[in-house]
């Protein structure tokens, strides 16, 4: 019954910015750390980013810090990723996913989301 759908995709130049929104049904997001990750052709999956329930604290990886924030909206059950200064080493298929019920971000992710496509090009 968990499900977690991705939208807000597409292509963008570079220099950029798109959000990417994160809509999970069948839980209440207030007890569910979500993490976006993102996989590129002939790349190995990478972790993007990770948004606490419990403190609203944010990690991002190295690669992403200071051009894009995570962030939550528990009422509309949503989660999302605000990409700024966008490159072309960002193009990639982008997942929502969440360890599961009161499990912090860093622990195994169980459920994903389908994925969708970012494209950072002239």
């Known amino acids: 019954q968990v499900q977690l759908v991705e939208s807000g995709g597409g292509l963008v130049q570079p220099g950029g910015s798109l959000r990417l929104s994160c809509v999970i049904s069948g839980l209440i997001l207030d007890y569910y750390d979500i993490g976006w990750f993102r996989q590129a052709p002939g790349k190995e999956r990478e972790g993007v980013s990770c948004i606490s329930s419990s403190d609203n604290n944010a990690v991002y990886a190295d690669s992403v810090k200071g051009r894009f924030t995570i962030s939550r909206d528990n009422a509309m059950k949503t989660v999302y990723l605000q990409m700024n200064s966008l490159r072309p080493e960002d193009t990639a298929v982008y997942y929502c996913?969440?360890?599961?019920?009161?499990?912090?971000?860093?622990?195994?992710?169980?459920?994903w989301g389908q994925g969708i496509q970012v494209t950072v090009s002239s």
């Open positions: 996913a969440t360890p599961g019920f009161l499990v912090p971000c860093g622990h195994e992710y169980d459920y």
